[in-house]
C-alpha cells in the first residue's frame, strides 16, 4: 500500500465554518536532489518551493535533500530547524533506498541525548490549528530493560529532555523500556495524561506521524489514520515549539538512532493578518 503524500490533510477533517482565516501557507523546501539519486519516490518530485500569503499563518516544510550542507561538527542548522546537542549526542546527514535525504539524531552513551527543534515559538492563543508532522525510521524496537532509549515527537515547551522532566507538552512517544508500542502523551502544568497505543513500533519501517492541536484537543495520527486523541489542557499563552528528541537511557548499551527524512509545521491563525499599503506613498 504507498503511503500518504507528506504534506498532505489526508486524515484530518477540520470545520473551518467558523474561521476567518483561509488554509494559507508558506512551503520552504530543500528541492536539489543528491548526486547520484536515481530511486526518488513521486512524491519527492512534487516538492517545490512555494510562498503565498503568509500574513495567514506559517507552514515550513523541510525533507533534508540539501542536508550535507547544513551538517557539520555532529549538528544540523537550517532555516526552520537546528540540533540541540546534549550529554553527546550527534545529528549528520546521509541518505536510504527508503530516503533520498535524512537527519540521523544518535545517542551513543548513557544519558546521550539530541533534539531536532523548530526555531520559534507557536501559540494556542491565536491558532486555530496546530499541526507538526514527520517522516522517520529507527533501530530500536523491542522492550529490553537493559538496552533502551527514549524518543518523543510533537510539540513541548523547553528544547528536549526527559520526558518526565517536562511540564508542557504534546507528543508520541517510544520508550523500550516501557512498551513495544507507540505511546501519546500530554501535560499541562505537570499534569500528564498518556495512552499505550496498540501500534508496535518495528526497526526499519517507514512511518508517518502527525499531532494536531485544534481547540480543546490533540489528534493522533500514524500514516494518515487517526490512532488516539487527548483533552488538550495547556494554557492558550504557553509557548510550544515541535521537537524530535533521541536519549539513550541510563545503563543502556548499544549505539542507537533514528532518522527523520522530513518534518513540517503548519500554523493558522483564528484571525487573519492583513498587510495594508494604503497609507504607503508610491
Known sequence: ?????????????????????????????????????TAVVAAYKSRRPMVETFNQGVSV????????????????????????????????????????????LTATDPNDGVCLRFTSSLFLENSALLISETRFQTDAPGTSVGNNSEMYFGFVTVTGGDLSTLSNGVVFTYDRGVSDNFRIWHAAGGVVTQQTLDYPVEADTDY????????????????????????????????????????KNLGSTGVHHLDTDAVGVYQQFIDPRIFSNTNVTQ
Open 208 to 247: 508517518y506521524l502527525k499531532v494536531v492541536l485544534s481547540g480543546s484537543s490533540a489528534v493522533f495520527l500514524i500514516n494518515n489514520v487517526q490512532v488516539g486523541s487527548l483533552s488538550l489542557g495547556i494554557g492558550a499563552s504557553t509557548p510550544l515549539s515541535p521537537v524530535w528528541y533521541l536519549e
Open 61 to 104: 516544510f523541510d525533507d533534508f535533500l540539501t542536508a550535507n550542507a547544513n551538517t557539520t561538527a555532529g549538528e544540523y542548522t537550517g532555516l526552520y530547524y537546528r540540533s540541540i546537542v546534549a550529554n553527546g549526542g550527534t545529528a549528520t546527514n546521509g541518505s536510504s533506498t527508503a530516503y533520498p535525504g535524512y537527519v540521523r
Open 1 to 37: 500500500m504507498p503511503k500518504p503524500a507528506f504534506g498532505s490533510s489526508e486524515g484530518v477533517t477540520v470545520n473551518t465554518t467558523q474561521r476567518s482565516a483561509k488554509n494559507v501557507s508558506i512551503f520552504i523546501v530543500a528541492a536539489v536532489l543528491l548526486l547520484g539519486a
